[in-house]
């Protein structure tokens, strides 16, 4: 008989469908926020009127702009941010903009709660990943201030309670967590993501596409999330095609951001990732490569390697990719090449020598220790890196 406990989120809501202008006026006032600090992609800032938008709407409740975080969320912009957001005495953070500007808010807010104001500070919230999997995780103070996002990729970040922070010091992409760093609200208006590059909203919609895979192939799925997975991937097929035919389909669109908000629920209920995950980790923190294209590249391999462990949870995603006769990871290949995405690590700038580097670290990725067929040294990711090359 299965047993398990299902959590729900700390999230109030969620707006689909609904314009950018309409949903954002409701949630403002709905929280009754008047010092709203914005954080947002600089090119949506620099290149089109979404920011101009979000100004209007605020109006003399804009508390400030930030459209100056970095990839991977690097732990000097996320300072920067938080101390310009206490000095603005902000009582809501919001987000327009992809991954890296959600983590940059969730990080925000715990630097708020934790009187963070310098980059070495964050030292003492990180968590640490032993390299025999075990990872030890600091008791925090909750976010003094919390978010309500605005996704324009299909990451899915923004319903998690987790963020990736980069240590530009030493070069790594770091875990922290706290359950409300989790937005209060998200709104997902496809006409929004109509400004994100192509290569950038297709890859994150593989990487919504490896959220889903692994936690159906996970050595501790739930039947709520194995529901989740599979829609999430009946949607995520056929809308990231059809974006990819016809940009303007906004239905295509929204039926992408509801695949990659699907695909994240085993994460809110503590289903474990595997190597495709923890291994993208470090290709981006160390290798500088965007995490859709992580999931591009690496989870075939991964699938492929773990295949003989569960070739039946692999026929589930064969299914809900629409080719139940076809291999998981020769399906899930097969979507990503007709995308026109990159399929190896030396196309998206990993150089030969960094694998060493790469296989070491990932062994002090959580996920890589969860990975249903067993990882047991550098020596087996490097295999995969390999394979990947």
Known sequence: MIRGIHRYPPMERVTYGIPLAEALAEEVNRLNARAVYVMASGTLNRET????????????RLAGVCAQIGSHTPRVDVVAA???AR???????????????TDAAKMVGLCLGNDISAPEQLDTLRAIV?????TERPVTKPPAVRSVDVPTTLSAGEFTGFAGCTDTV????????HPLMMPKAVILDPAVTVHTPEWLFLSTGIRAVDHAVEDLCSINPTPFSDGMSMQALRLLSAGLPAVKANAGDLEARLNCQLGAWMSIMGSQNGVNKGASHGIGHVLGGTAHVPHGYTSCIMLPHVLRFNEPVNPERQKWVSEALGQPNQPAADAVAALIASLGLPARLRDVGVKAEQLDE????SMHDRWVHTNPRKIDG?????ALLDAAW
Do not use: Q, W, Y
């Open 49 to 60: 009127d979404v920011i101009d938008t979000v100004r209007r709407v605020l109006g003399n």
């Open 358 to 361: 790469i296989a070491v670290e």
């Open 378 to 382: 550098p020596a087996a990711v490097r």
């Open 170 to 177: 030493r070069n790594v992409k770091e875990s922290f967590s």
């Open 87 to 101: 000095a603005a005495k902000a009582d809501l953070l919001l987000t327009v903009g992809g991954g890296s500007v």
């Open 130 to 134: 032993r390299p025999d999997g075990k």
């Open 82 to 84: 938080a101390n310009e």
